[in-house]
């Protein structure tokens, strides 16, 4: 069967270290990868898209890598800041001919001051 | 960015009662929208992909006469929760694709948590 996982525990990090979520996906084949941030009550804010020829995407503070062997994408956040605390939700996308996104359940993430 | 704008944020209905759902691109045109549901500590769950000018596509085991789409312009889709029950209750958001010269995005939509008492 088709699956996104993510970690559902939440992660819980002391500010100024590297959080790293991670999103595995089976019986899926994406053309590309997004993160979004999501807070309480609103809807998904996106981060990073990341193709499938890409192995690594960096946008200020954030990292993303993919790895389509593994079928799998990793997210880091370095120099974390208690307002980077939210859910992190990854979704694939460009599995057919539509932009429909399939996303995962998401990872909490609280940084601690 | 671009902006969606979905409406209202709230809403408390009885049950059997419809309510609408609007959702708006202010700065952009989206032939394509997409409506997701979302229970508490749950995934974005695709409901149905909204066609301007057409039909709208729904996912499997989505109800269409329950969940009535309509996307008549470029800028505005609207979702109808017909005959509400308690089990409707959830999380709705919206969102819209911009293609840029440069990147194709989604943008969402604000979310409305709608309660059926």
């Known amino acids: 069967s088709q699956k996104i996982e993510q970690n559902s525990e939440a992660l819980n990090i002391q500010e100024g270290k590297t959080a790293t979520l991670t999103c595995n996906y089976t019986?899926?084949?994406?053309?590309?990868l997004q993160w979004y941030r999501q807070d309480p009550g609103r809807g998904p804010v996106f981060l990073l898209l990341?193709?499938?020829?890409?192995k690594e995407k960096r946008k200020e503070r954030l990292k993303v890598t993919f790895d389509t062997t593994l079928k799998q994408s990793l997210f880091h956040i370095t120099a974390s800041q208690p307002a980077d605390s939210a859910t992190y939700l990854c979704?694939?996308?460009?599995?057919?001919?539509?932009?429909?996104?399939?996303f995962g359940s998401g990872t909490r993430l609280l940084v601690r001051p | 960015g671009a902006v969606v704008s979905q409406h209202p944020s709230r809403v408390i209905c009885k049950s059997g009662t419809s309510v609408k759902i609007e959702c708006r691109s202010l700065?952009?045109?989206?032939?394509?929208m997409f409506w997701y549901r979302q229970f508490p500590k749950k995934s974005l769950m695709l409901m149905a992909t909204?066609?301007?000018?057409?039909?709208?596509?729904?996912e499997q085991g989505v109800e269409k006469d329950k969940f009535l789409i309509n996307h008549a312009s470029l800028t505005l889709s609207t979702l109808t929760v017909t005959s509400a029950h308690p089990e409707d209750s959830s999380f709705y958001i919206c969102?819209?694709?911009?293609?840029?010269?440069?990147?194709?995005?989604?943008?969402f939509g604000q979310g409305t948590r709608l309660t059926v008492v």
């Open positions: 969102s819209a694709f911009y293609r840029g010269v440069m990147n194709t995005e989604a943008f």
């Open positions: 019986n899926y084949s994406p053309a590309y």
């Open positions: 990341i193709r499938e020829n890409e």
């Open positions: 979704a694939l996308g460009g599995m057919d001919s539509s932009y429909k996104l399939i």
């Open positions: 700065d952009f045109q989206a032939t394509t």
């Open positions: 909204s066609n301007e000018g057409s039909k709208a596509t729904y």
